[in-house]
C-alpha cells in the first residue's frame, strides 16, 4: 500500500453526507497549503512545487485519504506539523502555515468535532480539539523601536495613512494624524524618514506593521554637496598626513 497522509474528523455524528462539496474543499485545500508553507521553508530552492491529493473519503465519520507527490519533503513538513501541534509550539510554524491551520480549527469548532492528523509509521500523530487554539497570536513577531527610509507614495483615507515605498515592489502603510498628512503631503515622491513601533515576522524578519511616532523631511542636497559638508566637518584631521591610503591600510590592520 502505498504512503500516505491521513485528516479524520471525529465525533457530533460527523460524515461526509453533512459536509458540503465546499466546506470539503475548503479543510484540504487548508491542509495543503499548510504542508506546502513548511516544504517552502524547509526546501526554499526546491522546483518541483509540492502538493497533496485526495485519494478516498471514508463514510464512518469523515475520513480523508491524501497522497503527496514528493514522499520525503511532504512526509517531513506533515511531520513537523503533528509535532508542533502537539507541543502547542506553533510559533514554530510559518505563520502562512498557521493561518490555513486555522481553517480547520474553525471548522472544528463550527461542527464540534476533534480532527486526527496521522500517516504511516515514522510520522507523528496529533490531534486538534475545540480548545487546540490554533492561531497566530503575538508570539510570532518581534517588536520595537525602529525608524524606516523611504518614497511618500500615497497619501490619503478617512483615516489619513501614508504610504511608504520601502524597496522596489515593498511598501509599508502606517496610519498618521491629520497634521502629519498634510506635511508630508508636500513630499509626495519623496524619501523620508518615519519612526515607530515597529513589527516584524520573526520567521524572515518582514515588518508588518509601524505605529508611527514622528517624521523626518531628508535634505534635498545632491550627494557631491553631501561630501563637500563632510570633508568641512572631518577634514581638518587629515590635513596632516601624507599618504592616507597607506593610513588607512593601517587603520585597517592591513599594514
Known amino acids: 500500500m502505498p504512503k500516505q497522509l491521513k485528516i479524520r474528523f471525529s465525533g457530533n455524528n460527523i460524515t461526509p453526507e453533512k459536509v458540503s462539496a465546499n466546506e470539503f474543499g475548503k479543510l484540504v485545500s487548508a491542509y495543503e497549503n499548510a504542508i506546502v508553507s513548511v516544504v517552502k521553508k524547509n526546501h526554499p530552492h526546491r522546483i518541483i512545487p509540492a502538493h497533496i491529493s485526495v485519494t478516498g473519503v471514508e463514510k464512518n465519520d ?3 485519504d491524501l497522497k503527496p507527490n514528493s514522499d520525503d519533503d ?4 506533515a511531520n513537523e506539523i503533528n509535532i508542533n501541534i502537539s507541543n502547542r509550539t506553533f510559533n514554530k510554524l510559518p505563520i502562512n502555515a498557521v493561518e490555513n491551520l486555522n481553517v480547520i480549527q474553525r471548522f472544528i469548532n463550527e461542527k464540534g468535532v476533534t480532527a486526527y492528523l496521522n500517516g504511516y509509521d515514522g510520522i507523528a500523530s496529533s490531534q486538534i480539539t475545540q480548545d487546540t487554539n490554533l492561531e497566530v497570536d503575538e508570539t510570532f513577531y ?9 518614497k511618500v507614495v500615497r497619501i490619503g483615507g478617512a483615516t489619513p495613512k501614508v504610504r511608504i515605498e520601502i524597496e522596489k515592489n515593498k511598501s509599508i502603510s502606517i496610519e498618521v494624524k491629520t497634521d502629519v498628512a498634510k506635511d508630508l503631503s508636500s513630499h509626495l515622491y519623496e524619501t523620508v524618514a518615519i519612526t515607530g513601533l515597529a513589527k516584524w515576522k520573526k520567521e524572515d524578519n518582514e515588518l508588518v506593521d509601524l505605529k508611527f511616532i514622528s ?3 531628508l535634505s534635498k542636497k545632491s ?3 553631501k561630501l563637500k ?3 568641512n566637518v572631518i577634514g581638518k584631521h587629515w590635513d596632516n598626513i601624507d599618504n592616507p591610503d597607506e593610513h588607512l591600510a593601517h587603520l585597517r590592520g592591513d599594514i
Open 142 to 150: 518581534l517588536q520595537g523601536e525602529t525608524t524606516i527610509y523611504g
Open 62 to 64: 469523515l475520513g480523508i
Open 229 to 231: 559638508e563632510l570633508k
Open 223 to 225: 550627494l557631491t554637496e
Open 74 to 77: 511532504v512526509f517531513e513538513a
Open 215 to 217: 517624521h523626518k523631511k
